[in-house]
């Protein structure tokens, strides 16, 4: 019986360290910004699947958000409501520009009348970025998954629910870069880009989640309104938008951990 006990505690203790249940949910009238990478299948043994959502999950997750009642926006959008944010408002980001959120999301988010912005690295094709952050990462795996061409990036904005917003210019790790370097990479990529599509860019992804004080008031100087971070959680108060926070959507998750994650801004105790 004591066994039995101690096993039944062990457990409860390990699940409601994954899963949040516990949690208070955070109000909805705070806004939500979920984090995507890719939609697409996963590979077999591959070490970055959790940056690849299925399409199917991604379906699932975007039709319950419409059951919701979710006030879908760009990042543009979000920012124009100014502190009347109205409740339920949910921003969907891409990193990066991986091809498939052309061929498989793109449909998805027009199916749900949902929208999206995109967050887009100019250097992305033949860029294994993956070593900007730790050397080890050099298996190659992000570098052969298809990125957007420029032609499916401007089918994408002629969508009229795709915002396209800067990532810098070679997916930089900002951390080892002087600041002529850092204007190059997050100053020009919002130039760059405002050049090849002809489209204002107000919207700014730091790379990795890496970023310091310096970078925020470049990215402020530059022009963009608003700089998403990778911390999770949820933030109520967009007053000072460089340093906000996003929910990570993990294509190791189950549909439980997602839902979780919108209600809480994080899966389990931690992250
Ligand atoms: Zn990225």
Redesign the pocket.
């Known amino acids: 019986m004591t066994y039995v006990l101690i096993v039944f505690i062990i457990f409860l203790v390990f699940y409601s360290n994954r899963y949040g249940w516990w949690k208070k949910s955070v109000s909805y009238s705070c806004p939500r910004i979920l984090m995507y990478h890719q939609i697409s299948h996963h590979i077999k043994g591959a070490k970055f699947n959790g940056l690849r959502v299925t399409p199917e999950m991604f379906e699932q997750q975007i039709a319950w958000l419409d059951e919701q009642g979710i006030n879908f926006v760009t990042m543009k959008q979000l920012l124009a409501y100014g502190d009347e944010i109205p409740p339920k408002t949910v921003a969907i980001t891409f990193?990066?520009g991986y091809e498939d959120n052309y061929t498989y999301a793109l449909k998805i988010l027009k199916k749900y009348n949902a929208c999206a912005t995109l967050y887009l690295?100019i250097d992305r094709h033949d860029n294994d970025w993956s070593i900007h952050k730790k050397e080890h990462h050099n298996s190659g795996e992000l570098v052969k998954d298809k990125k957007l061409s420029d032609e499916q990036v401007k089918k994408l904005i002629d969508s009229g629910i795709i915002e396209i917003a800067a990532?810098t210019k070679t997916?930089a790790n900002l951390s080892q870069l002087n600041k002529t370097e850092k204007t190059t990479e997050i100053c020009g990529a919002r130039e760059k880009l405002q050049q090849i599509f002809n489209i204002e860019i107000t919207s700014f992804?730091y790379?990795?989640g890496i970023y310091d004080r310096d970078d925020l008031e470049l990215v402020k100087n530059c022009g963009f309104h608003s700089a998403v971070t990778t911390h999770d959680g949820i933030d109520c108060n967009l007053l000072e938008p460089f340093e906000l926070k996003r929910i990570k959507v993990s294509g190791k998750d189950n549909f439980y951990a997602f839902k979780l994650r919108v209600r809480t801004g994080k899966r389990g105790w931690r992250k």
């Open positions: 990193d990066d690295v990532h997916h992804a790379p990795f």
